[in-house]
């Protein structure tokens, strides 16, 4: 069964840095992907990356702040988040697409899904 499990999630002020890890189980896979909710919002799509060409993809809200990277010996996705605002606070999830072949920014080809790690980010 293949399972994702989110770590390194925590409290930090406004402009600091906090780096989210993906650990995956059973199974490697070509596209995968962060969202995150804050309370009371619907799911947003954080960032996503590909394999091949390495191919990235961002939302608007994070452009320029987080990057998003992949381990592929260890199996691991990662989130780099600098420059963090008190609107990044939400709870952050890592999914996989199992039958994409690019990245892609649509939470309904995610099947897979972690149970995501607290960020909360203080003025």
């Known amino acids: 069964q293949v399972r994702l499990a989110e770590s390194g999630g925590g409290l930090v002020q406004a402009g600091g840095s906090l780096r989210l890890s993906c650990s995956i189980s059973?199974?490697?896979?070509?596209?995968y992907g962060w969202f995150r909710q804050a309370p009371g919002k619907e799911r947003e799509f954080v960032a996503a990356i590909g394999r091949g060409v390495r191919t990235t993809m961002y939302g608007d809200s994070v452009k320029g702040r987080f990057t998003i990277s992949r381990d592929d010996a260890e199996i691991m996705v990662y989130l780099q988040m600098n420059s963090l605002k008190p609107e990044d606070t939400a709870v952050y999830y890592c999914?996989?697409?199992?039958?994409?072949?690019?990245?892609?920014?649509?939470?309904?080809?995610?099947?897979?899904w972690g149970s995501g790690t607290q960020v909360t980010v203080s003025s």
């Open positions: 999914a996989t697409a199992r039958r994409a072949w690019s990245t892609t920014d649509d939470s309904s080809e995610y099947d897979i």
């Open positions: 059973n199974g490697a896979f070509s596209v």
